[in-house]
């Protein structure tokens, strides 16, 4: 045969090289090709997850404007809405402007009782029972039978300067016992 050299030397190399080229090629299919499967896997996955970074980056950029911007117009919101709250200073004179609306009215305040105050957080929610009598038509001047109506008023009222609503820690004095 002329492939296979005569000289047992050069039938020994040709057998090592054989062997090492099989050797190379089990190699290669058994263990580089599954190492290299798994990095191109890893590297198309790191690609796909850095382009979903930036995406949501450019999704946190416009967002993050738009969520400063809501916040800023829900700070003016909610500092609007406080102007509104009366203080506790201000609830008798509320209560005084009502009697007093009352009576222009032609209406009798029969009863304004205050009932317990209920500490939040940031506000106190106070309640009133109110009951008042009036004619049912003002007009109706042979008419003489009064109204009576009984109902319940709320406001919430925010602590005055200084005041701290009951909900919030009190910082301790210095020198004060705690039990």
Same mark, same amino acid.
């Given at each position: 045969?002329a492939?296979? /050299?005569?000289?047992?030397?050069? =039938?020994a190399?040709?057998?090592?090289?054989? $062997?090492?080229?099989?050797?190379?090629?089990?190699?290669?299919?058994?263990?580089y090709?599954p190492? =290299? &499967?798994?990095?191109?896997?890893? %590297?198309?996955?790191?690609?796909?997850? +850095? !382009?979903?970074? =930036? *995406?949501? %980056?450019?999704?946190? #950029?416009r967002?993050? %404007?738009?969520?400063?911007?809501?916040?800023?117009?829900?700070? =003016?919101h909610?500092a609007?809405?406080?102007?509104?709250i009366?203080?506790?200073?201000?609830?008798? #004179?509320?209560?005084?402007?009502? #009697?007093m &609306?009352? *009576?222009r !009215?032609? $209406?009798?305040?029969?009863?304004? *009782?205050?009932?317990?105050?209920?500490?939040?957080t940031f506000?106190?929610?106070?309640?009133? &029972? $109110?009951?008042? $009598?009036? +004619?049912y038509?003002e007009q109706?001047?042979?008419?003489? #039978?009064?109204v009576?109506a009984?109902? *319940?008023?709320?406001?919430?009222?925010?602590?005055?300067?200084?005041?701290?609503? /009951?909900?919030? /820690? %009190? /910082?301790?004095q210095?020198?004060?016992? !705690?039990?």
């Open positions: 045969m492939l296979i /050299p005569e000289k047992p030397t050069k =039938r190399a040709l057998l090592i090289f054989v $062997i090492v080229g099989a050797g190379l090629y089990f190699f290669y299919d058994s263990w090709t190492q =290299r &499967e798994d990095a191109d896997a890893m %590297q198309a996955r790191l690609e796909q997850l +850095e !382009s979903a970074n =930036r *995406r949501a %980056q450019i999704v946190a #950029a967002g993050s %404007q738009d969520l400063i911007e809501r916040l800023a117009l829900y700070e =003016r909610v609007t809405l406080e102007t509104l009366p203080q506790s200073h201000e609830v008798p #004179a509320l209560l005084n402007n009502m #009697a &609306e009352a *009576r !009215s032609d $209406i009798d305040l029969a009863l304004m *009782r205050p009932e317990p105050a209920e500490t939040g506000y106190t929610k106070r309640s009133y &029972e $109110i009951g008042v $009598i009036g +004619e038509h109706a001047v042979d008419y003489d #039978a009064a009576t009984r109902f *319940r008023i709320q406001t919430y009222v925010l602590p005055g300067p200084g005041e701290v609503p /009951p909900d919030v /820690p %009190q /910082p301790e210095p020198g004060a016992v !705690s039990e």
